[in-house]
Nanobody, 130 residues
Framework: QVQLVESGGGLVQAGGSLRLSCAAS????????MGWFRQAPGKEREFVAA????????YYTDPVKGRFTISRDSAKNTVYLQMNGLKPEDTAVYYC???????????????????????WGQGTQVIVSS
């Protein structure tokens, strides 16, 4: 079993920054990929970013490229999402997700699929005021 606990959400003005954290309590499983998704009010949950645990390759959705950075601390089993230049349209509940099932292939088309991930956190709210 893997538990994911997000933190770092809050209220920020447009143009501001926040850093989200997601700590994974891992017993036996190996983490292959961790990702961040978000769900805005009235909208479906969507992919934001992902990082391959071994090697650190990163992937982003176009609206956040150049503003958000995903990173990980393998020793702490923690993934981060640094969000700069926040916009009101970034307002959402942000969820982290982990893939622990064996996986060898991860293209962006695979990583944006929520079904690819085995575990999910409970989410942290981000509100960006204009």
């Amino acid at each position: 079993q893997v538990q994911l606990v997000e933190s770092g959400g809050g209220l920020v003005q447009a143009g501001g920054s926040l850093r989200l954290s997601c700590a994974a309590s891992v017993s036996t499983p190996t983490i292959y990929v961790m990702g961040w998704f978000r769900q805005a009010p009235g909208k479906e949950r969507e992919f934001v970013a992902a990082i391959v645990w071994s090697g650190g390759t990163t992937y982003y959705t176009d609206p956040v490229k150049g503003r958000f950075t995903i990173s990980r601390d393998s020793a702490k089993n923690t993934v981060y999402l640094q969000m700069n230049g926040l916009k009101p349209e970034d307002t959402a509940v942000y969820y982290c997700a982990a893939r622990t099932s064996l996986a060898f292939v991860w293209t962006i088309d695979i990583l944006i699929d929520q079904a690819f991930y085995d575990y999910w956190g409970q989410g942290t709210q981000v509100i960006v005021s204009s």
